[in-house]
């Protein structure tokens, strides 16, 4: 068996194993996207009133208000104008720190799999016409 046949091998090994958890990491990551649903960056307005807080953002076309948590309350940290997150499919939940990054970065490492897969594919093909 010469070194052509080996790396040609060895390339196929390595392209249907990520391949494989590529897809799955990018349905894992749909998934989580189907069942979380998109949130969408807005700028809130929070007003102080004597008894609560009330957290205001303008999303899908309305106003939105809900009263604020006294813990969330803490930390907002520029009441004119707080970065928040609303739930595209349901514009009145909001939340005032950035979504997760799980679902990205099982997104990211999938397409990077289907990278690898695809370069093992082409490095098997050339060796196939040049070995």
């Known amino acids: 068996m010469g070194a052509a046949e080996i790396i040609s ?3 196929e ?4 194993i990520a391949l494989g958890v590529g897809l799955v990491c990018l349905l894992l990551a749909l998934l989580i996207r189907i069942a979380d649903g998109r949130w969408v960056r807005t700028d809130a307005v929070v007003v102080d009133y004597e008894e609560h807080s009330v957290i205001r953002w303008f999303a ?3 106003f939105h208000s809900r009263i604020l948590g006294s813990e969330e309350r ?5 009441p004119d104008e707080e970065p928040a997150y609303y739930k595209q499919r349901d514009p009145d939940r909001l939340r005032l720190h950035e979504p997760p990054a799980g679902r990205r970065v099982i997104r ?11 370069l093992a594919g082409l490095v098997g093909l ?3 016409f040049v070995g």
Request: proline share 0%.
């Open 126 to 128: 050339v060796l196939m």
């Open 108 to 118: 990211n490492v999938g397409l990077v799999l289907l990278g690898i897969a695809a």
């Open 74 to 78: 803490e930390h907002v940290t520029r």
């Open 9 to 11: 091998v060895v390339s």
């Open 60 to 62: 899908e076309g309305s």
């Open 13 to 16: 090994v390595i392209g249907w």
